[in-house]
């Protein structure tokens, strides 16, 4: 059975976001002396809750609610504090707004207490990356962004590792009972024996690899394309960890494909910052942490009704088989020889 006061929630209706309706969204915004006009639209994310709000002047605000105890006040004011830094150069970011001399504010709801922040609203249209120019242009704005990334580590916020990523992942969905039990010697076996080549894939790299302020979770969706440049607009993800984490979510297709995607982004890239070329043995097992971490994610929210009506194949005979199944392909991939930083 699943253990419900561990993940946080005693089900759907006692859910902390039950309480944020469209009328507290709109009075935490005037809150901050803001006029809006009541237009309140719900934009696409599950793990915070994120509203386009209109204003009286004709302008839009995007308000964000921190889901409650994800974040602590001190990590997420960092995470403001590096969206800051990045736009004060120049770099392409969206920061939050500076409302009465602060970026993170609180409001109460009843008992519960969520925190907010509100950024302007950035137009755009997602990257085209089958486009070589448009791929250069990626890695020169990353290397711009792990430049000053690269200046001092968060001290606050996590650190990218097997351990959070793996071992914690699979030790929650263990604990909790998300898998069927006629797939549990299935995924136990694998699942261990995963993270002990993905201890191996790292080891060599722990004394020399560099650990970078990063955005963290750098996939397409979280890039707006806007006069040929890319904006990015959620740093929720951001974290330490090596400059690869960043770069390889932005490579598709066949390993040729996927190749010549590398180059041109790191040829953008050196424009700006050094790029470690040791770190690309790391691609696949950072794909394979994402993986086994996006799993136990689903498994963490599942009580937040969002995610039953989201992802209504999660959590299924067939979702965890074909889970597995992913896990072995991973588990062979991690033998392929590792993308080159030269042709």
Known sequence: MTDHAELGMTGAGHHPYSKLGPDQVLDAVEALGLETNARVFALNSYENRVYQIGLESGEFVVAKFYRPDRWSYAQIQEEHEFAAELADLDIPVVPPMVLEGRTLHEIS?????????????????????????NLLVMGRFLGRVHRVGAQRPFRHRVTLSVDRFAVQSREFLLRNDFLPDSLIPAYETLSRDLIDRLQQRFAPLQNVMTLLRLHGDCHPGNVLWRDDRPFFVDFDDALNGPAIQDLWMLLSGPVEQRQA??????????????????????????????????????????????FPMSFPWFNTERYWSEHILELREQMAALDEPPLRLYP
């Not at 180059?263 to 790029?275: A, M, P």
């Open 261 to 306: 995607q590398l180059l041109e982004i790191i040829s953008g890239y050196e424009e700006f910052h050094d790029f470690d070329g040791r770190e690309l043995i790391l691609v696949e097992p950072l794909r394979t942490l994402r993986l086994m971490h996006y799993s136990a994610w689903l498994a963490r929210r599942w009580q937040d009704p969002a």
């Open 109 to 133: 709801v009843d008992d519960q207490t969520f925190r907010l922040a509100l950024f302007p609203r950035q137009a755009g249209h997602p990257p085209e990356l089958d486009n070589p120019d």
